[in-house]
Nanobody, 119 residues
């Protein structure tokens, strides 16, 4: 299984970015994808996740109403649309996959993509 993230970059306060996570190696969509982030000097936190077979989604309170997770099964890709970005959203964003459910422990991880929000 391989997870590859794209879409990080530098954006101003209030701006938007869309991250993508393309998965390979799965034989069906019976898994969940989560987006996590880690800011400098802070612990990694889960931002959002989606159970693909049921299209169930979950969001951290800090991003509710600003971030939207979605999937395109034809491309094996999960997106994280991030609007109204704030400097506190700065960090390395990782996508991860769980063979069971989310929120919960993840089985596979991508290498991450850096998001920097300038004030």
């Amino acid at each position: 299984v391989q997870l590859v993230e794209f879409g990080g970059g530098l954006v101003q306060d209030g701006g938007s970015l869309r991250l993508s996570c393309t998965a390979s190696g799965f034989t069906d969509d019976d898994y969940a994808i989560g987006w996590f982030r880690q800011a400098p000097g802070k612990e990694r936190e889960e931002v959002s996740c989606i159970v693909l077979s049921e299209t169930l989604t979950n969001y951290a309170d800090s991003v509710k109403g600003r971030f939207t997770i979605s999937s395109d099964s034809s491309k094996n890709t999960v997106y994280l649309q991030m609007n109204s970005l704030q400097p506190a959203d700065t960090g390395v964003y990782y996508c991860a996959a769980s063979l069971s459910n989310c929120p919960g422990p993840m089985d596979y991880w991508g290498k991450g993509t850096l998001v920097t929000v300038s004030s």
